[in-house]
């Protein structure tokens, strides 16, 4: 082989080599979050810390009620607003409290949470 062909081929097994050499590093799985950070329970404000059952209790039936694994979204509605509930529990084996809720108009304008939970209270 002359000289030139040799440094080509050289140069162009370069990536290849790149790629079978060095050690393998296992890939480890965290497991999913178990739900939101220690502060999101510190939050005050509507609903804040309730229970499932009370919640159906102040608003009636849920139109929605999505489980995901350690988490659930609970929606009510009433054709004034539209209120999600984020439920998750405080500690392995207890029951899932509101850590967080949205609340918004039909049109999908955000409203305050506080407003609409009153208005879904007296449908």
Known sequence: MNLPRLLLVG??????AA?????IVPQTRQPPPAGPP???????????????RH????LG?????????TMRKLQFANGRCVLDAYL??????????????DARAPSGADVDP???????QGR
Do not use: N, W
Request: glycine share 12%.
């Open 11 to 16: 140069l162009l097994s370069l990536p290849l």
């Open 19 to 23: 790629c079978g050499a060095g050690t």
């Open 38 to 52: 220690a502060s999101a329970f510190l939050k005050t404000g509507p609903l804040m810390g309730m229970d499932a």
């Open 55 to 58: 919640l159906t209790q102040m």
């Open 61 to 69: 039936a849920p139109r929605l009620d999505i489980r995901e694994s």
């Open 88 to 101: 998750y529990p405080p500690g392995r084996g207890k029951e899932p409290v509101v850590t967080h809720v």
């Open 114 to 120: 506080a407003g609409c939970a009153t208005s879904l």
